[in-house]
């Protein structure tokens, strides 16, 4: 969560600066600081969470794949 947190931070005053710059304006500024990187973190945070998932699941198909094998192996060296 740490990560998410510098993240956010980090988002929050490059849309600021940003939307300053091209508007001159704090109140637009601020709202877009606000608004959009909220939203992006928010979307970050499933987003590695998707990612850990699929990582997870590789994992485990590598797993039952070389178990698959391995039985298989032996199964064969029964007959």
Do not use: C, D
């Not at 740490?2 to 109140?27: D, P, R, W």
């Not at 600081?33 to 590695?48: L, S």
């Not at 990582?55 to 178990?67: G, I, M, Y």
């Amino acid at each position: 969560m740490t990560k998410t947190i510098t993240f956010a931070v980090m988002h929050f005053t490059i849309a600021f600066s940003v939307a300053y710059l091209l508007t001159g304006s704090f109140i637009v500024g601020g709202l877009v600081a606000i608004v959009e990187p909220a939203i992006n973190t928010v979307a970050f945070y499933f987003h590695e969470r998707f990612w850990a998932k699929l990582e997870s699941a590789k994992k485990t198909t590598k797993f039952n794949s070389t178990w698959q094998a391995a039985s298989e192996s032996y199964a064969l060296r029964g007959l």
